[in-house]
């Protein structure tokens, strides 16, 4: 089994700072994209950022400039660095990884609990 497990959510004023964390654990060949979606109130679960193995990143165009998002492959952690934070912004954030699993040709999804992130204004 793989788990993802999210840290670092919590409450803040607009024009404030959160990292979140997400480590994966468990028996697995290989992480390969990693990633944080969020899914604010009734809204649509939706891609915030993404990166590869190999360190290419993606963003939402709501978060560039802002949001960055980074990975320790020896500690199979994703992190994302969140400035300027909006109530926009306010949603729950869950961590996102294609993991391949050892004697398997192809990666699986995995999905943490989710994590709250509340920005006041």
């Known amino acids: 089994q793989v788990q993802l497990v999210e840290s670092g959510g919590g409450f803040v004023q607009a024009g404030g700072s959160l990292r979140l964390s997400c480590a994966a654990s468990g028996s697995f060949f290989r992480i390969h994209v990693m990633g944080w979606y969020r899914q604010g109130p009734g809204k649509q679960r939706e891609l915030v950022a993404s990166?590869?193995?190999?360190?290419?990143?993606d963003y939402a165009d709501s978060v560039k400039g802002r949001f960055t998002i980074s990975r320790d492959n020896a500690k199979n952690t994703v992190y994302l660095q969140m400035n300027s934070l909006k109530p926009e912004d306010t949603a729950v954030y869950y961590c996102?990884?294609?993991?391949?699993?050892?004697?398997?040709?192809?990666?699986?999804?995995?999905w943490g609990k989710g994590t709250l992130v509340t920005v006041s204004s």
């Open positions: 990166i590869t193995g190999g360190g290419g990143t």
């Open positions: 996102h990884a294609g993991v391949q699993r050892i004697g398997v040709g192809y990666s699986m999804d995995y």
